[in-house]
């Protein structure tokens, strides 16, 4: 079987074709906020759906929920519902704007 290694803590993981360099399950379940408040990241049905909660309240993370950008270990990434159900999370640098990057205007 193919691997490749997680970007954050390196640990090998199988290939995924639609998700090159995705996190491991470990460190997605680090994912925080900018400011480093813990976030469980959900499916919002069973069909799939992307949600961010905050992990200590259990109370949506709009911000996040609706950028998809979370942070592991400082790492800034993007966190969306996998195509077979549950949470992808891929690093996301700057600049790389996830949603409408046709804005970018230059100034
Ligand atoms: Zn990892």
């Given amino acids: 079987m193919e691997t490749v290694t997680c970007p954050v803590c390196g640990g090998?993981?199988?290939?995924?074709?639609?998700?090159p360099g995705y996190l491991c399950r470990?460190?997605?379940?680090?994912?925080?906020?900018?400011?480093g408040r813990r976030l469980t990241l959900v499916n919002t049905s069973l069909a799939g759906g992307f949600a961010a909660r905050y992990a200590d309240?259990?109370?949506?993370a709009e911000e996040e929920t609706l950028t998809h950008l979370?942070?592991?270990d400082?790492?800034?990434?993007r966190a969306d519902e996998a195509r077979l159900?549950?949470?992808?999370?891929?690093?996301?640098?700057?600049?790389?704007?996830?949603d409408g990057g046709?804005?970018?205007q230059p100034r």
């Fill in 12 to 19: 090998e993981q199988p290939a995924l074709a639609r998700y």
């Fill in 26 to 35: 470990e460190c997605a379940g680090r994912a925080s906020t900018r400011d």
């Fill in 57 to 60: 309240s259990g109370e949506l």
């Fill in 70 to 72: 979370v942070y592991v």
């Fill in 74 to 77: 400082g790492i800034r990434c």
């Fill in 85 to 98: 159900g549950g949470i992808v999370v891929q690093p996301a640098p700057e600049g790389d704007l996830p």
């Fill in 102 to 104: 046709n804005g970018g």
